[in-house]
């Protein structure tokens, strides 16, 4: 039976709001502004270097290897064989699962602002919080994907359209009124200061950029690839780096750049905002609202990459015992495995200094974990120009062989040289033992990178 050709339905407008949705958060707007003025420079250069990148290289895969429901999973195998696949996927599953303990203490942190304000900087109620949250989105998932996409809907636009939007309002109000602000903006400080402490918070803003890549699938189905989709990546970056720049200048605005709470500046910024203007009860209403977003975003993520899981444990690369699922559908021994690992890295919270220094060192091993992803997907994309030249892609990164190695290249480079910067501690956090700080990181890139080669099949290599 022929195939059925798939519909071309989405225009420059639908792409870019679903590359816009995959991406904005915000939760990196704390550490962002900790750039200050110079934010807008960081930004625009990270979506220069890695944002376009990653985007129009996983557009050149996702077309080619259309016929395929296996991702960068498919397009890693393609080039380098199944053990290098999966390693592919793993990291983008296993990352996933680390950002889990720093998405949800985010959350957290933000709803004690509901009640009590001074149990976001709390370890203890961090960590037991981020447990108890996470394995009630697990429950909920195991309803199946209706009750999920239902949560995930609502936190989408309460908790993160709306109190962007307002955050950014607030600032920009702020401004104009003649309100003092906290930071400089001359074209001295347009550029960073070339300091430790700032290149190592560029790693949390390029996390800021990723993920596009998942909205690459859709490729196929735009109207006129060729011309639309690198409008699409175009626009969808510069509404990204609007809204994120916007958004982490307004709390520069009132919170200065040394004194910033990478897990509760955003509270403390809307606070400030409220009580200036008078009316401090919106504070609790607002983070009540941003708290729903990230569970939102929580239960969107968290079936997700178990999807994708446990399509490869179908096709053979994992254990049989994790094909089971319930009667909804759902896989539920990998669920019940990530919620394993995310109770063990939740009490990191307890043996850090500091709630910012345990949020931070998650970040960083979710980022580097992440970006070995992304380093197999720029060298897959860069190998199969060269290797496989006359395979039917829909859609090329534009230039040739050359355009390829500068795009891949760039981006490549940049994920390269964040994956080593992740390794130094920021000067700006107290992290606590150097020892423990990298051995944390070492140690976690070993245990879960070197798993793909251990658990995937013989039969497979």
């Not at 989105?137 to 996409?149: D, E, F, W, Y």
């Not at 999807?307 to 179908?314: E, V």
């Not at 200094?353 to 994309?381: E, G």
């Amino acid at each position: 039976m022929p195939s059925v050709p798939t519909k071309k339905v989405l225009n420059v407008f639908t792409l870019t709001m679903i590359n816009v949705a995959a991406i904005a958060s915000l939760k990196n707007l704390p550490l962002a502004s900790s750039f200050g003025f110079s934010i807008i420079f960081v930004y625009s250069l990270m979506a220069l270097l890695f944002l376009i990148p990653s985007a129009l290289v996983s557009a050149e895969l996702a077309t080619t290897f259309h016929e395929t429901t296996g991702g960068v999973f498919k397009w890693v195998e393609e080039a380098f064989g199944p053990r290098w696949g999966f390693l592919a996927i793993w990291t983008q599953f296993i990352e996933n699962v680390i950002w889990f303990p720093t998405g949800l203490s985010f959350a957290v942190a933000t709803f004690a602002y509901v009640f009590n304000p001074t149990l976001a900087s709390h370890k203890g109620y961090v960590s037991l919080m981020v447990i108890l949250i996470f394995w009630l989105a697990t429950i909920v998932n195991l309803k199946g994907m209706k009750a999920s996409g239902l949560i995930s809907s609502i936190g989408a636009i309460l908790g993160t359209l709306i109190p962007g939007a307002l955050i950014i309002s607030l600032g920009f109000i702020w401004w104009i009124i003649g309100k003092p602000i906290e930071v400089s903006m001359t074209a001295k400080t347009f550029f960073p200061e070339m300091n430790l402490g700032n290149l190592v918070f560029t790693a949390g803003i390029l996390f800021s950029f990723a993920g596009i890549e998942m909205s690459a699938v859709h490729a196929k189905e735009v109207q006129n690839p060729n011309k639309n989709y690198p409008r699409a990546i175009a626009i969808s970056s510069l509404v990204l780096v609007f809204l994120l720049v916007l958004g982490s200048l307004a709390i520069s605005f009132v919170i200065p750049k040394n004194s910033v709470s990478l897990v509760c500046g955003l509270m403390d910024a809307f606070a400030l905002f409220f009580a200036s203007f008078g009316v401090s009860w919106i504070t609790p209403i607002i983070a009540f609202l941003v708290a729903i977003g990230v569970l939102g975003q929580v239960s969107t993520l968290l079936i997700g990459p178990v999807k994708g899981m446990y399509a490869t444990a179908n096709e053979g690369f994992l254990p049989k015992i994790f094909n089971r699922t319930n009667k909804k559908n759902v896989p539920y021994l990998l669920l019940y495995f990530q919620g394993a690992i995310v109770t063990v890295l939740a009490l990191i919270f307890l043996l850090m200094p500091d709630i910012n220094s345990a949020f931070w060192i998650l970040s960083t091993l979710t980022t580097q974990l992440y970006l070995i992803m992304y380093l197999l997907l720029f060298s897959a994309a860069i190998y199969l120009r060269f290797k496989k030249p006359n395979l039917k892609r829909p859609y090329k990164v534009f230039g040739g062989k050359l355009g390829i190695i500068i795009v891949a290249g760039s981006g490549g480079l940049v994920s390269l040289f964040v994956f080593f910067l992740g390794f130094l501690p920021p000067s700006q956090l107290n992290v606590g033992s150097l020892i423990f700080y990298e051995g944390f990181l070492v140690a976690g890139l070993i245990v879960f990178g070197l798993i793909p080669f251990f658990v995937i099949r013989p039969k497979t290599f």
